[in-house]
C-alpha cells in the first residue's frame, strides 16, 4: 500500500502570505493521479487540484501544484481569510491502492 | 450540475449495521466511479472503497474487506453503502464522492455522520 505522508502539520502563516505544502508518497505515484483537496470546518472536502498540477474548475490561480519524483506541492500564494483550512492530499484512481494524506492544517498566525 | 445527496444521520447500536445512500443527479451516472470516504471525528480522511457502475464490481480498502457492500441502482441513479458489525470506532462522517479518470474526486455529498453508541 502506498502510503502519502504530509508535512508540516500545521502551519501558521498570516494572510498574504505563501504557504507550501507537501505531500510525499512511499513508491512511485503516477502524477496523473494524485489530488489535493481542501476541507473548511463542518463543510465537505473541495477539489482543488487533479493531475498533481492541474486546477480544479472555480479554484483561484493562487493555488498551485506540483511534482517532482514522489514529492508533491500544494503551494497557496497571497493567502486569504478563507484559504485557512486543512489540506489533504490523494492518490486516486487504483481503487484498492487509493489513500489520502494526513492532512495539514493552516492556520492563521 | 452534478450533486450528490446522501441520506440523513444514523444512531446504531454496537454489532449492528447501517446502509448510507448518496442520490446523483447532473450526470451520467453508470460512467463514473462513485467512491466512499469516511472521516472520524477530530481525523483525516480514509477511503473505503468505490465502484463504477457500468462495471458493477466494487472495491473495498482492506481495512473494510468482509464488512462493507457497495451497491448501485440505476433505475434511481443511487449508490449505497453498507457497513455491518458496527463498533464505536465507525463513529464518523461518511462521504460519498465521484471521481473521474484522471479528475480525482470532484464533486462530493454532504456528509451522513453515523453514531455507534450503546
Known amino acids: 500500500e502506498i502510503v502519502l505522508t504530509q508535512s508540516p502539520g500545521t502551519l501558521s502563516l498570516s494572510p498574504g502570505e505563501t504557504a507550501t505544502l507537501s505531500c510525499r508518497a512511499s513508491?512511485?505515484?503516477?502524477?496523473?493521479?494524485l489530488g489535493w483537496y481542501q476541507q473548511r470546518p463542518g463543510q465537505a472536502p473541495r477539489l482543488l487540484i487533479y493531475?498533481?498540477?492541474t486546477r480544479a474548475t472555480g479554484i483561484p490561480d493562487r493555488f498551485s501544484g506540483s511534482a517532482s519524483g514522489t514529492d508533491f506541492t500544494l503551494t497557496i500564494s497571497r493567502l486569504e481569510p478563507e484559504d485557512f483550512a486543512v489540506y489533504y492530499c490523494?492518490?486516486?484512481?487504483?481503487?484498492?491502492?487509493?489513500?489520502f494524506g494526513q492532512g495539514t492544517k493552516v492556520e492563521i498566525k | 450540475q452534478v450533486q450528490l445527496v446522501q441520506s440523513g444521520a444514523e444512531v446504531k447500536k454496537p454489532g449492528s449495521s447501517v446502509k448510507v445512500s448518496c442520490k446523483t443527479s447532473?450526470?451520467?451516472?453508470?460512467?463514473?466511479?462513485i467512491a466512499w470516504v469516511r472521516q472520524a471525528p477530530g481525523h483525516g480522511l480514509e477511503w473505503m472503497g468505490g465502484?463504477?457502475?457500468?462495471?458493477?464490481?466494487?472495491d473495498y480498502a482492506q481495512k473494510f474487506q468482509g464488512r462493507i457492500t457497495i451497491t448501485t441502482d440505476d433505475s434511481t441513479d443511487t449508490a449505497y453503502m453498507e457497513l455491518s458489525s458496527l463498533t464505536p470506532e465507525d463513529t464518523a462522517v461518511y462521504y460519498c464522492?465521484?471521481?473521474?479518470?484522471?479528475?480525482?474526486?470532484?464533486?462530493w455529498g454532504q456528509g451522513t455522520l453515523v453514531t455507534v453508541s450503546s
Open positions: 464522492a465521484r471521481e473521474q479518470t484522471f479528475l480525482g474526486l470532484d464533486f
Open positions: 447532473g450526470g451520467t451516472f453508470n460512467t463514473f466511479t
Open positions: 465502484i463504477t457502475p457500468i462495471f458493477g464490481r466494487p
Open positions: 513508491q512511485t505515484v503516477s502524477s496523473h493521479y
Open positions: 493531475g498533481a498540477s
Open positions: 490523494q492518490q486516486y484512481g487504483s481503487f484498492s491502492q487509493n489513500t
